[in-house]
């Protein structure tokens, strides 16, 4: 063949696998968006509405306690979602994992918009809340590490951090699309309406999910490396097979100290951020006289803020290494954490708004690196159980959490903020530390180098890593 034909060829290739690619990322950040809008519509919701729907009977802060004790459910199921994931991805693959959380997480979303009310069935309605929840938890806690692979993975080696931030903008994407959507539905009717029915419509809005999950399933492949994997499968010998047979206890075995530390990092990102969508706007509300949809407009400029910082973000981890870009963001988010709730306690929405963008710059760096230096860390064989751990373990300890620490600091110091902020610097410190004491997957030499694939000699070896 001539050189030029070869040329032509090779050109191709490339323009087909970015195309490629790209749809996978379009898909990702859709479905990654849309997951996230269902599970975050929860704790606006638990906010603002259903201590009045489901515990009408509780007085003053004791249903706002109520009311997060049920938005924290859905962290305590994220673990066993993520395990059951990790264990059959590490398996089967990522995409069918992927495919099942995310019908899963629509299926009980539009199930929790559909829940009558505890005056009108009583105690029932709080325990099919919790129920869904947790359900909806199971469904989360499948979907993240699934999707953050299919899209590192499927990365060419140099670009991995900034695809895999493309998975991790869904967080913002769906937290603006649930305070829009709240927004918009509660300042169209009456207040009354909005208590009764109007709540529903947001969380009915999740069948749009539906199409991008079969567009997944038909016209999306799985992770180039989980292939690799498969096809090694049949060249070895059956005393070192590529799958490894329980990679969750493989994963546990030889890397806890890595998953322990990996988790550890995420500490101080969830906690800023869940504090903004959730415990920000009950502790406006409840001791600040504030109006709850101005504090959403406000939250959702904040994640308008985070969704190019965290793009940016990816770009930075692949450029300077992961390390660095997670250290920054604690660092910032530790400056930061005064005030921030300084300029909440001033009660007033320029200075609201000023707050929560800011915090929401060095919470997204943290968090842009995540999916593509979770992978690196852990070998492919036990790379979805292991990261989902890691992750997973840190929403059911700091995310879910979060608000009911704030909500209970506050009334024990009668309305002060000082012991909330004490509590973010505490998981600043930690992500720092975790981030210092995990090895870098993309140095300066793996960076240099054309062909070096990030993460790749930490566990060239090993299965375990």
């Not at 009311?67 to 069918?96: E, H, M, Q």
């Not at 309406?193 to 999910?209: D, E, H, K, N, Q």
Request: glycine share 10%.
């Amino acid at each position: 063949m001539p050189p030029n034909s070869t040329a032509n060829l090779s050109r191709r290739d490339s323009k087909v696998h970015a195309g490629k690619h790209g749809r996978l990322r379009a898909a990702g950040l859709i479905g990654s968006s849309i997951e996230w809008y269902d599970f975050f519509l929860y704790g606006t919701a638990a906010a603002l509405v259903f201590p009045h729907v489901f515990f009408p009977d509780a007085e003053g802060i004791n249903g706002v306690l109520l009311s997060f004790s049920t938005f924290a459910t859905g962290f305590i199921a994220r673990p066993v979602g993520g395990l059951l994931a990790g264990n059959y991805g590490d398996k089967l693959g990522r995409k069918p994992m992927v495919v099942i959380s995310l019908l899963a997480m629509a299926i009980f979303t539009f199930a929790i918009g559909c829940l009558p009310a505890t005056a009108t069935i009583g105690l029932t309605a709080p325990i099919l809340l919790v129920t869904c929840r947790f359900l909806q938890g199971i469904a989360c806690g499948a979907q993240w590490g699934g999707l953050a692979l299919l899209l590192s993975e499927s990365a060419g080696p140099k670009h991995r951090a900034f695809s895999g931030s493309f998975m991790q903008v869904g967080v913002p994407c769906g937290a603006l699309l649930g305070n829009l959507v709240f927004v918009i539905v509660s300042t169209s009717i009456s207040h009354e309406a909005f208590i009764s029915w109007g709540w529903r419509v947001p969380f009915w809005a999740t069948a749009l999910l539906v199409p991008v999950v079969m567009y997944i399933q038909l016209k999306i492949e799985d992770s180039p490396e989980f292939e690799a994997l498969k096809r090694e499968v049949s060249e070895v010998s059956a005393s070192k097979p590529a799958v490894v047979r329980a990679p969750l206890w493989q994963a546990v075995k030889s890397n806890w100290k890595t998953i322990l530390l990996a988790s550890g990092t995420l500490s101080a990102t969830n906690c800023v951020f869940y504090i903004t969508i959730a415990g920000a706007l009950s502790y406006g509300t409840t001791y600040l006289g504030m109006d709850y949809n101005s504090m959403l407009i406000a939250a959702m400029l904040s994640t308008v803020v985070a969704i190019p910082v965290t793009l940016l973000g990816g770009r930075l981890a692949d450029r300077i290494g992961r390390r660095p870009v997670i250290i920054i963001g604690g660092v910032g988010i530790l400056i930061w954490a005064f005030p921030y709730f300084a300029l909440i306690n001033a009660a007033n929405m320029a200075m609201f708004t000023i707050a929560v963008s800011v915090a929401a710059v060095f919470q997204s760096l943290v968090y842009a690196p995540v999916a593509s230096y979770f992978g690196e860390l852990f070998a492919p064989q036990i790379r979805f159980s292991s990261v989902s751990l890691a992750y997973q373990l840190n929403a059911i300890i700091v995310s879910g959490s979060t608000p009911i620490v704030m909500t209970w600091l506050i009334a024990k110091m009668d309305g002060s903020t000082v012991g909330i902020a004490l509590f973010v610097c505490a998981t600043a410190f930690i992500t720092i530390g975790c981030a210092i004491a995990l090895r870098e997957t993309n140095p300066k030499v793996v960076r240099q180098s054309p062909t070096a694939v990030p993460g790749e000699h930490l566990h060239a070896n090993s299965i375990g890593g």
